[in-house]
């Protein structure tokens, strides 16, 4: 696979172009060897952005914001495992950015030498005038979040198109992992997917999608999820 494979810039309303009047920009690039994915969300009206996980190719996320005369505000983490961070204190280094991270995560950020925001389930914040809510989805970390905006789901390693985080790593939990998919599976079914790997069929989902072809979404009780999980 290519590194940082550019995907289209994608819209509120479209998924192929760019675009200025409803006020958001989004993109999706996917980097690296692991073949994560890395996210620019910008405010059009106020062009403050965020960052999410900046790994291998913080260069090219920080090109694009200055393309679209972005000013990066806020640094967000999904998770602190070493793929998801590779790029962070470089990306706050050049920009200066505040970094969101959840409160279990925390310890992981500050020993790479950067000041970080604490958050939690449910907390709130904006980029500029975008809102941003926090849900906490441990599983694969601890401290694994979501970050939910209009009706975008960055979801980190929590939930791949067609799959989920592994459990095996340290502070994993299948019990938690399960918990945390139903949590998202009451969002509304058009609730737009976006992963934090390419590791499915396409680059990201929705919901309602994945209550329909996930098999890990698809369990009716945790007793059927560990028998397909472990």
């Known amino acids: ?10 819209s509120f309303y ?9 006020k958001m920009i989004f993109r999706q690039f996917r ?3 692991m073949e994560n994915f890395n996210y620019v969300i910008g405010d059009e009206s106020t062009k403050e952005a965020a960052l999410v996980d900046p790994s291998w190719e ?11 005369r972005l000013k990066v505000k806020k640094i967000l983490l999904t998770h602190t495992h070493p793929d998801h961070v590779q790029g962070l204190k470089e990306a706050v280094s050049k920009t200066g950015a505040a970094v969101y991270v959840h409160h279990e995560e925390s310890r992981a950020a500050k020993a790479l030498g950067v000041k970080v925001n604490e958050v939690d389930n449910g907390d709130e914040f904006s980029i500029g005038a975008l809102k941003v809510k926090v849900l906490h989805t441990p599983g694969h970390a601890p401290g694994a979040v979501c970050f939910l905006f209009r009706n975008k789901l960055i979801t980190g390693d929590t939930l791949f198109v067609e799959a989920v985080g592994r459990t095996d790593l340290p502070g994993g939990n299948t019990k938690h992992l399960f918990e945390s998919l139903q949590q998202l599976k009451k969002l509304d079914d058009s609730t737009e997917v976006y992963p934090g790997h390419d590791y499915g069929p396409k680059p990201h ?3 309602g999608d994945e209550k329909k072809n996930n098999p890990y979404l698809r369990c009716k009780n945790l007793e059927e999820f560990q028998n397909i999980k472990d």
């Open 31 to 33: 980097v690296g060897p």
């Open 1 to 10: 696979m290519p590194w940082a494979k550019e995907l289209p810039t994608i």
């Open 205 to 207: 989902s929705t919901i």
């Open 58 to 68: 913080v260069p090219k996320l920080l090109r694009f914001a200055e393309e679209n």
């Open 14 to 22: 479209t998924q192929d172009t760019a675009f200025a009047s409803d």
